[in-house]
């Protein structure tokens, strides 16, 4: 079966988050598939397989870690989908079963993608104690960013703060069930973002993740209070960097970017 590679939330190889695809017959033992994402060892392996006419997807999809199941993945859902167009297996607007409900990922005419993902509810939380020895920074608010994300969202002072982490991963792990989202105001918007941040997930074999769709679902909501604006972009600060487009739209938020493929191969396991 084939194999890929691919850069998601970037339009350059070797940026953004990169996320393996296989499109299989159906779905093997999960054994195998989390052997293999394993085996591929990046942030998310995307294993999708097509669905019978007639029902309210396309495609069935799942996500792996490393060591574990996701429950929902952004990058790797806009690396399937940009696989699915690009290979002639699909085209216009493509429909996801996934245990996050149906996703719709629709391709747009500049080449991006656009995802349109349930928005994260946001739980005002108090700050925990140790938490900001853990990070590294002293948060000024936190919020709990409810069961399909699964971390804990902390505001930091400016934007130099963020870029300037250095967490003590271990303890971070003990503070949300899968991690911490640290994020700032940008601090020049002339820059083409509007806010920044970093992602730190330990808990699902994560150190830090490159570029996070998931995270906008919590992150869109938050700074678009705060910013007074449905639309922003958010640039995730991490060694290899990516811009997500936001847009808020009530209970569901729209993710836009682009994606690149670099590798592709035979899996014979």
């Known amino acids: 079966m084939r194999i890929r590679i691919v850069d998601a ?3 350059r190889p070797f940026a953004g988050n990169p996320a393996g695809v296989l499109l299989l017959d159906g779905f093997p033992e999960d054994d195998w598939l989390q052997n293999v994402a394993m085996e591929v060892n990046h942030a998310e392996t995307a294993f999708a397989h097509r669905l019978p006419e007639g029902g309210e997807a396309d495609w069935a999809l799942r996500w792996f870690t490393p060591v574990a199941e996701v429950a ?16 002639g297996t699909h085209e216009g607007p493509v429909r996801f079963a996934t ?9 747009r005419e500049d080449g991006s993608i656009t995802l349109d993902f349930p928005t994260a509810p946001l739980t005002r939380a108090e700050i925990p104690d140790g938490v900001a020895q853990a990070l590294g ?5 936190a919020f709990d960013t409810g069961p399909n994300v699964g971390d804990l969202l902390l505001e930091l002072a400016d934007e130099k703060t963020v870029h300037a982490l250095t967490p003590d991963l271990k303890s971070l792990g003990a503070y949300s069930e899968r991690g911490i989202i640290a994020t700032a105001r940008a601090e020049d918007p002339a820059r083409g973002y ?3 941040s970093r992602c730190f997930f330990p808990n699902v074999g994560i150190d830090e993740d490159p570029v996070t769709g998931s995270a906008h679902t919590a992150l869109a ?10 639309g922003l972009t958010g640039l995730q600060a991490s060694r290899r960097s990516g811009r997500v487009r936001t847009e808020l739209r009530g ?5 836009s970017g682009r994606a690149v493929t670099v590798i592709e191969g035979e899996l014979i396991a």
């Open 137 to 141: 920074a002293e948060p000024l608010v």
């Open 251 to 255: 209970d569901r938020t729209l993710l």
């Open 221 to 230: 909501p938050f700074w678009s209070e705060r910013l007074g604006r449905p």
């Open 99 to 107: 245990r996050s409900g149906v996703l719709v990922a629709t391709p």
């Open 194 to 196: 509007d806010f920044v």
């Open 72 to 87: 929902m993945c952004g990058h790797a859902t806009l690396a399937t989908a940009h696989v699915l167009h690009s290979i």
């Open 9 to 11: 939330f970037t339009d």
